[in-house]
Nanobody
Framework: VQLQASGGGLVQTGGSLRLSCTTSGNKFRIGAMDWHRQAPGKQRDLVASITSGGSTNFADSVKGRFTISRDNAKNTVHLQMNNLKPEDTAVYYC?????????????WGQGTQVTVSS
């Protein structure tokens, strides 16, 4: 099972980016999917999450600017980031809880860099 993240890049303050993360491999079900981020020298923090039923949750710092969505047919989760700020600069990681032959486990993508210039 693998998670492949994409969509990071360099953008100016106020700009937008859309991150995507696709799961592949043998799995029976996909549970909650999240985006986390880690800035240099800081811990990895939860940015946004979405349950299998579509319920969402956001960190206070991104509420009103970021949205999270999922396409269950394509096993993909998206993070739409608008009105980006320099403090959003970080490596963004996706995470998914997947049911496989070994049970429910948590899987991480490889991370994608987001840089917001002032």
């Amino acid at each position: 099972v693998q998670l492949q993240a994409s969509g990071g890049g360099l953008v100016q303050t106020g700009g937008s980016l859309r991150l995507s993360c696709t799961t592949s491999g043998n799995k029976f079900r996909i549970g909650a999917m999240d985006w986390h981020r880690q800035a240099p020298g800081k811990q990895r923090d939860l940015v946004a999450s979405i349950t299998s039923g579509g319920s969402t949750n956001f960190a206070d710092s991104v509420k009103g600017r970021f949205t999270i969505s999922r396409d269950n047919a394509k096993n993909t989760v998206h993070l739409q980031m608008n009105n980006l700020k320099p403090e959003d600069t970080a490596v963004y990681y996706c995470n998914a809880r997947l049911l496989t032959s070994t049970g429910w486990n948590s899987y991480w993508g490889q991370g994608t860099q987001v840089t917001v210039s002032s």
